[in-house]
């Protein structure tokens, strides 16, 4: 478990958050699958009945922890990268916590270009191929 006293103030609310809704989301999800109901916690869908750049990223996650991972790339290809890249995510930023990231690693305008087409183009399939 990692030591959460050196991290910073501000650091600790959206990890407690980030926790909270992580499992409240999943509760609501298994009790819908349990019921057999069909109801959404995204709420851009519930707003404007499209399917926001996430959508399938829950039957992805079941496809991935089933290994049928041609499956959960049809769902969601972006959220399928995030999960199977997220164990060397989460080891990389605890195993380089203590040490100064150099300012060349830090993510810049092209980071954040690449990250905004990557998740419009994800939405586009998304689109285009959910029912």
């Known amino acids: 478990m990692p030591d959460l006293s050196a991290t910073s103030g501000v650091t600790k609310p959206w990890?407690?958050?980030?926790?909270?809704?992580?499992?409240?989301?999943?509760?609501?999800?298994?009790?819908?699958?349990?019921?057999?109901?069909?109801?959404?916690?995204?709420?851009?869908?519930?707003l404007t009945d499209l399917p926001c750049p996430t959508c399938g990223g829950t039957r992805a996650l079941l496809s991935v922890s089933q290994g049928q991972l041609?499956?959960?790339?049809?769902?969601?290809?972006?959220?399928?990268?995030?999960?199977?890249?997220?164990?060397?995510?989460?080891?990389v930023y605890f195993s380089n916590r203590q040490r100064l990231v150099p300012d060349r690693w830090r993510p810049g305008r092209a980071f954040w270009i690449v990250t905004l087409v990557l998740v419009l183009t994800n939405w586009l399939f998304v689109l285009k191929n959910l029912p």
């Open 15 to 46: 990890l407690i958050t980030t926790v909270l809704w992580f499992l409240g989301a999943s509760l609501f999800t298994w009790a819908n699958l349990r019921m057999g109901t069909s109801y959404t916690i995204c709420p851009i869908k519930n």
């Open 70 to 91: 041609s499956q959960a790339f049809s769902f969601n290809p972006l959220i399928t990268l995030l999960l199977l890249s997220s164990p060397l995510l989460v080891f």
